[in-house]
C-alpha cells in the first residue's frame, strides 16, 4: 500500500468519528455546524485521477452517513465534492506539473489561493447538503444562515487544521 492510501485510511478513520462524535455537537447558535471530515476531500493530492477521487468521496460519505444517520445526504454532497474539487482547484492554481502527488496546502498553494480554494470548497458542501435537507422543511432565511455560518465555521476549522498540520510537516523537515 502506498503512502497516500496509508495516510487517507487513518484520516478516515479518525475524522469521522471525530465528527460524528464532536463536531456534530458543536453547533453554534443552533445555526452552523462545522464538516471537518470534509478535509478528507479537499487534501486529495491534485493529480488523483477523477475516478478515484469520486470513489474516495462518496465512500466518505456513506461513512459519515452511517455515522449521523443521515441517509444519502452525504454520500451525494461528498460525491458532488470530490467531483468538483479539481475545476475549482485550477480556478485559483493554473501549474499542475510542481504538485504532482501533493496534496493542496498553504505551503504548496500559496496563503491566497488555499484560502479561497478552502472557502469555496466549504461553501458548495453547505450548500449541497442544507439544500438537500431543506426539502424536508423549507425557511429561507434559516438555509441562508445555516449555510453561511456553516461555511464560516468550517472554512475556519479548515485553516485551523491546516495550520496545525503544516507546522507538524515543517518540524519534521
Known amino acids: ?7 487517507f485510511t487513518i484520516a478516515y478513520l479518525l475524522l469521522l468519528p471525530l465528527q460524528a462524535l464532536v463536531f456534530d455537537h458543536m453547533v453554534l447558535f443552533n445555526v452552523a455546524v462545522p464538516f471537518v471530515f470534509i478535509y478528507l476531500i479537499v487534501m486529495l ?5 477523477t475516478n478515484v477521487s469520486v470513489i474516495l468521496g462518496f465512500l466518505t460519505g456513506l461513512g459519515m452517513d452511517l455515522f449521523a444517520d443521515t441517509p444519502g445526504m452525504n454520500a451525494l454532497s461528498c ?3 470530490a467531483f468538483a474539487r479539481k475545476p475549482l482547484f485550477h480556478l ?9 502527488g501533493r496534496s ?10 488555499f484560502l479561497k480554494y478552502v472557502l469555496t470548497l466549504s461553501l458548495c458542501y453547505s450548500v449541497l447538503v442544507f439544500t438537500i435537507e431543506a426539502f424536508q422543511l423549507f425557511i429561507p432565511e434559516l438555509l441562508i444562515a445555516r449555510i ?6 468550517t472554512f475556519l476549522l479548515l485553516y485551523t487544521l491546516d495550520s496545525l498540520l503544516l507546522r507538524r510537516r515543517e518540524k519534521r523537515l
Open 79 to 81: 460525491t458532488v465534492l
Open 92 to 100: 485559483y492554481v493554473t501549474m499542475d506539473d510542481d504538485l504532482a
Open 148 to 153: 453561511a455560518g456553516s461555511t464560516l465555521y
Open 45 to 49: 493530492p491534485v493529480t488523483l485521477n
Open 1 to 7: 500500500m502506498n503512502q497516500f492510501a496509508i495516510r
Open 104 to 113: 493542496p496546502t498553504v505551503q504548496t498553494m500559496g496563503a491566497a489561493a
